[in-house]
């Protein structure tokens, strides 16, 4: 099973805007890019509103039949390990393996023996086709990465086995992800850490290394562009290198978690693929469910009321709805408004509060950060909330196309 060139990761929290996400993809093809749908879902998010890995898999699956998608589509179990893995085997074909947690536990002395025989040929100047400046590699930039990425990816590896005595190789994708990290990997470490991978067994078809900067839920980057677009290139590079040199997987690619919304990295991201000829892995972060709130707050009348009432339980439990996500959104309560001013505010002023549209003079991130993070509020109320996607579908649909479409696929590969 081999993952096209350009795949997004779509969370649809609730698993029900399958159909509009899948459109946008359409939309794509139609524009002349070929994109592939990847649908993802973790278990910290099933487990938050209360469904199964199958729910996913049923959703992508009648999506793909509903819009008689004949391209390829994917089921990931998103940010997995061996503690949770098992109940999405039977119901994924693409398996993010986080192994965050272990960088920087000490590997054996066995492994740290063979992992320094095997990479000493590159201590000194290593030149790598694309990179203008040799990367310096010393005993110490070994011995490193060694201590920072070894046994997280002996993990990967461990989980890789567990899925595959379960399912036949050719029938999953594998994606190593390392974004959860405390601090970003420089395109040496992505080098070394590729050794690593490769020496495990581990057929990788994308890495997801932490990027230098801030890659906030649902909001645009923050951070240095120049170090980014360098860094970047370099990764590209570095892959491409690592490919030929340790025989991973020909289509192997970057995977950027929390990719959704980075839009001013987009024009940075795009040209680079187009310069290297690479392929990327988009990870969203899970934004379809704003396009819902922005839907009902549009259509007015109890949807709206359901949009107000999510952000004042929202506000109300501050504390504990941001506090899963505490590294990756950056709220200042501040410049959130009052819950009484937004129960007075229409439809429109509450959906360009939220939107993502920086020109918008209303659009404020603060609000967009909480509210984002504030899922598990409209999770708790079940049914009410089901009841106003379906009543008005036709107004979150068309933004939940449009979000995907206008906003990622056109910037990234258009
Ligand atoms: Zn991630």
Known sequence: MKLPKYTIGIGDRFGRQGKAQLQAFLDARAAGVDVTPVWNKSNREH????????????EADAAVQALSWTGAYFVDADHINLKTVDPFIDHSDFFTLDVADYIGQPPSAASLQSFKATNEKYLGALSIPGIAEPLRITAATLEQAAGKFLFAVEEAAKIFRHISRRKPVDRLVIEVSMDEAQQAQTPAELFFILSAVSAAGIPAQTIAPKFTGRFNKGVDYVGDWKQFEKEFEQDLCVIRFAIKEFSLPENLKLSVHSGSDKFSLYPIIGRALRKHDAGLHLKTAGTTWLEELIGL???????????????????????????????????????????????????RQFSNALRHDPSCPEFNPHFRQLLHVGFRVAAEMGDRYYAALEENEATIAKNVRENLFERHVKRLFL
Do not use: H, N
């Open 47 to 58: 487990s938050l509103i209360g469904t199964r890995p199958a729910d996913t898999r049923a």
């Open 297 to 347: 707050a549009e259509a007015g009348g109890s949807g709206l009321a359901i949009a107000q009432e999510v952000y004042r339980s929202s506000m109300r439990r501050f504390d504990e709805v941001c506090a899963p996500y505490a590294t990756v959104i950056d709220i200042d309560k501040d410049k959130l408004p009052a819950p009484e001013t937004v129960s007075r505010w229409d439809g």
